[in-house]
């Protein structure tokens, strides 16, 4: 059975950082691209930021660029954001996502999200 | 970018009652680049559809999608009491992923 799970959220203040967690199992997990979702609060769903399975390919959302890293340990089967310069309109949850299948940025299963919260 | 319009916002029906979800594109998509999620309160989502019209695993076949070009339509035949929930459909490009502002089934 697949599983993702995500950790690492919290409160941070404005301009602060996080890195979020996502520990993969049961799947090859270095066969696979994974992606960062996220949702504010009462909100819609919002694509971060994907990585492809080698880590040669990275893509962001444009408001994020310079801010985020996202990277992966396929040693570990875990993937990770980084998140600095933090802002309000940051706050949300964040769910990582396995693709379906190479070349297919379809997300057939999802983390239980962590809650980041950007406040004074 | 590609942006996606789904409608309506809000679709209140009864249980048993045919459910048809709109999601539009700003301009002509692959529809093999194309998918529905569900996102029930509290819980992640969960892919229902992908390429448009193929049903992922586990997903009952009351659901189904279908489209071309910059309209595509999710369908559920008959709305059974867990269907009640918010669907998204998505789109990805060569470099970016969007999703529409969602269509929420609420029991009438």
């Known amino acids: 059975e697949v599983q993702l799970f995500d950790s690492g959220g919290g409160f941070v203040q404005p301009g602060g950082s996080l890195r979020l967690s996502c520990a993969a199992s049961?799947?090859?997990?270095?066969?696979?691209?994974m992606t960062w979702v996220r949702q504010a609060p009462g909100k819609g769903l919002e694509w971060v930021s994907a990585i492809s399975p080698s880590s040669n390919s990275i893509y962001y959302i444009d408001s994020v660029k310079g801010r985020f890293t996202i990277s992966r340990d396929n040693s570990k089967s875990t993937l990770y954001l980084h998140m600095n310069n933090l802002r309000a309109e940051d706050t949300a949850i964040y769910y990582c996502?396995?693709?379906?299948?190479?070349?297919?940025?379809?997300?057939?299963?999802w983390g239980q999200g962590t809650l980041v919260t950007v406040s004074s | 970018e590609i942006l996606l319009t789904q409608s309506p916002g809000t679709l209140s029906l009864s249980p048993g009652e045919r459910a048809t979800l709109s999601c539009r594109a700003t301009q002509s998509v692959s529809i093999t680049s194309l998918a529905w999620y569900q996102q029930k309160p509290g819980q992640a989502p969960r892919l229902l559809i992908y390429?448009?019209?193929s049903r992922a695993t586990d997903i009952p076949d009351r659901f189904s999608g279908s489209g071309s070009g910059t309209d595509f339509t999710l369908t559920i035949s008959r709305l059974e009491p867990e269907d009640f929930a918010v669907y998204y459909c998505?789109?990805?490009?060569?470099?970016?992923?969007?999703f529409g502002g969602g269509t929420k089934v609420e029991i009438k």
């Open positions: 998505q789109h990805y490009g060569t470099s970016s992923v969007t």
């Open positions: 996502a396995k693709n379906l299948a190479t070349g297919m940025a379809f997300y057939d299963s």
């Open positions: 049961g799947f090859t997990f270095s066969s696979y691209a």
């Open positions: 390429g448009a019209s």
